[in-house]
């Protein structure tokens, strides 16, 4: 991993924070597959529902507020302690999926559906009880000279691990039979949570910091929530865009393996395109958005999303384009995913001021996070098929949930040209590590209640 990492010939100022890049590396092995497309693969192999299917994708999003209120531990515990507690703890949840790809070999029961949504559930709650200290621990270690580079070598080493991570699963799933190729995947994932978490330990802690009261929030938000405000108008805005497209990876996953029946390393392919996607368009867009501001980006994503949900509901219907069409829709639709989320972290911080931004940021994302997990579950309780026990996905109802994509994103079309750009607040983005190469999950990583004693204010996160 040299040419990876930081040496003391190429960034001498960062080798000290090498264990931070290597922890995002191998994490990156653990979310990927743990709650990522192979995880949507294996449910639907068990027997899953849609509904089952959905519930497990959204808890990564529904548990948003546990990041919240688990910043009240910070003071007692500090930074590293409940950082790694909570990566510890979730590391023992991957070993459950290993024990049901071992006993499904000889055949799948009812129950190991349960036990894989459930482990699932437990991975994602202790992941966001440690999350709570992840974005404010490394902004409070790293000197102020080095935080640009080290949050874009970051972003780099997490998205080479990424898509090696989802190649990887494509080739098992090509030459394996499909447990032994998820076990062998679940193996990866554990190995990169443990790995990852010893990485964390090498890192030093930072001073205990204050949170801000739970009575604070609770009194706070339904004002930021109610008052008429651009940061109301838009986080509402914002939360119909995640209602709107959260649902689409898990579900494409899941129709395209029951209804056109794509091999599941076919889908895994279908996957590097979306993610290729969301490089290309975070490459393209970076250099630009500073002078154009974020609202091109905005009429850029809504036009890509309506085009992916147009594209999908011919696909249901015809066939239209045939393999081909549906690489070019997954790519379309990380360029779309990358638009949003860059959009958002550039425009988000002109509609708020610098002493309210811990809060509002801390809401938008809540908000943002919970409606958009609500959306797969609730799609999931429709979509399920009449036959085989629910198992499948009922096509018609499905052309119809892109159909409300469409039509979502013309109504958000002239309502986010209307959105103003506010004078005289800090324009300066947001710059919140993977959000951009993990763009349905984006808005996870705005939770911050956290400030630290003395000096300083809020930066950005390294959690994914």
């Given at each position: ?79 590293k302690?409940l ?24 055949g ?36 102020e ?17 990424g ?52 009575r ?22 914002a939360?119909i ?63 890509l ?81 009449g ?78």
């Open positions: 991993m040299a040419w990876l990492l930081p040496t003391a010939q190429s960034d001498p100022d960062l080798v000290p924070f090498r264990p931070g890049l290597t922890f995002a590396f191998f994490n990156a092995l653990a979310w990927q597959i743990g709650i990522g497309t192979p995880m949507v693969l294996f449910a639907e192999q068990l027997g899953a529902t849609p509904f089952a299917v959905g519930l497990a994708y959204s808890f990564v999003f529904i548990l948003t507020p546990v990041q919240i209120i688990s910043t009240a531990l910070l003071p007692r515990f500090g930074f302690a950082m790694l507690g909570g990566w510890r703890t979730r590391s023992f949840f991957l070993g459950v999926p290993v024990i049901l790809a071992v006993l499904a070999m000889k799948e029961r009812p129950w190991m559906v349960t036990a894989l949504v459930a482990s699932v559930f437990c991975f994602c709650l202790f992941r966001s009880i440690g999350a709570a200290s992840g974005i404010s621990w490394f902004y409070a270690i790293l000197p000279n080095v935080r640009g580079r080290y949050f874009a070598s970051d972003q780099f080493v997490s998205a080479v691990a898509v090696g991570t989802l190649l990887a699963s494509a080739a098992l799933f090509a030459l394996l039979p499909v447990y032994p190729a998820l076990l062998v995947q679940y193996g990866i994932a554990l190995t990169g949570s443990t790995i990852s978490y010893y990485a964390l330990k090498r890192l030093p802690d930072a001073e205990r910091p204050t949170a801000i009261s739970l604070t929030v609770l009194h706070d938000t339904p004002r930021h929530l109610g008052r008429r405000s651009p940061f109301r108008t838009y986080v509402w805005l939360a865009g995640a209602v709107l497209v959260t649902p689409i990876p898990p579900f494409l996953a899941y129709y395209l393996k029951v209804g056109p029946k794509f091999s599941t390393g076919q889908i895994m392919m279908f996957e590097v395109l979306r993610y290729s996607g969301v490089m290309v368009a975070a490459w393209l867009i970076r250099r630009r958005i500073d002078r154009t501001g974020a609202r091109p980006f905005f009429f850029l994503a809504l036009g999303y309506a085009l992916v949900g147009v594209y999908w509901w011919f696909f249901l219907q015809t066939g239209l384009g045939g393999l081909a069409g549906i690489l070019a829709a997954y790519f379309a639709l990380g360029l779309g995913a990358a638009s949003w989320a860059i959009a958002n972290l550039n425009y988000l911080p002109q509609i708020v001021t610098a002493e309210e931004r811990t809060l509002t940021v801390s809401i938008h994302g809540a908000v943002t996070a919970c409606l958009g997990g609500i959306s797969p579950i609730l799609w999931g309780v429709f979509l399920k098929s036959d085989g026990g629910g198992r499948g996905i009922d096509v018609e109802l499905f052309s119809w949930f892109f159909g409300s994509v469409v039509v979502g994103s013309a109504v958000l079309f002239p309502l986010i040209g209307r959105l103003p750009v506010a004078k005289g607040q800090s324009s300066d983005p947001l710059l919140i590590g993977h959000a951009i190469l993990l763009p349905f999950r984006a808005m996870t990583y705005l939770v911050n209640l956290v400030e630290r004693k003395g000096p300083g204010k809020a930066g950005p996160p390294v959690e994914k």
